[in-house]
């Protein structure tokens, strides 16, 4: 059963697995075109698995190939219909221990969290990337407020609780909270 179509992936359901499939896309030339898909799922099977590591909840990866990857399906709310201050406060406490660990996500909307079982799940690593600056983490946690400006009622609170995780877990978080604020006001005068 198809569950889910994003811009390049579709996602199928079969029992309590998942499986995430790229298939091929004609507008770009054949060998980049399969470069792309083959990376991007394995960069997601790999930095899934780490984050895992880590302490973040991700699902279990059960098998990859070139273009599919297999994995627990997880069963819950989209963060994205349920998110409240408590939550975004876990979001900062997850994404803290995240980029303590050296990954940057590349792609944290509330599309990508699962909440789960009184947990966030964290999901859609393709393209994630490991990295510990600040400019990096800045950029990470930039995409998460902009989703919530544009998603959500009442963004600042929201984005506030999370900066109260984020500082738990996150040794450099001070300076990256800073650093966001600059990454904003340079988008709003480019
Ligand atoms: N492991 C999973 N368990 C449950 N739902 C999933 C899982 N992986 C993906 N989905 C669903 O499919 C959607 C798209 O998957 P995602 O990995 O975010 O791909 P895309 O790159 O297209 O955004 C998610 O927003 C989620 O609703
Ligand atoms: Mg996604």
């Given at each position: 059963m198809e569950i889910g179509r994003g811009a390049e992936a579709v996602i199928t359901c079969d029992g309590e697995t998942v499986q995430k499939s790229r298939p091929a896309k004609s507008y770009r030339q054949p060998q980049l075109d399969q470069r792309i898909r083959t990376e991007r799922t394995l960069r997601e099977a790999r930095i899934t698995s780490e984050a895992r590591r880590l302490g973040v909840t991700t699902p279990i990866i059960r098998d990859v190939s070139r273009f599919d990857l297999k994995m627990e399906k997880i069963e819950g709310e989209?963060?994205?219909?349920v998110i409240s201050p408590h939550l975004s406060r876990m979001v900062g406490e997850m994404v803290g221990k995240l980029h303590r660990g050296?990954?940057?996500?590349?792609d944290l909307t509330t599309s990508n969290m699962i909440f789960c079982r009184d947990r966030i799940c964290l999901i859609d690593f393709g393209l994630s990337y490991y990295e510990k600056t600040v400019e990096a983490q800045g950029v990470d946690v930039h995409v998460y407020f902009q989703t919530l400006e544009s998603t959500?009622?009442?963004p600042g609170e929201l984005m506030e609780a999370f900066a109260d995780g984020y500082i738990k877990t996150n040794p450099q978080a001070e300076a990256v909270l800073q650093r966001v604020k600059e990454i904003k006001a340079r988008g709003r005068y480019l």
């Open positions: 989209k963060l994205k219909d050296g990954i940057i996500h590349g959500h009622d009442r």
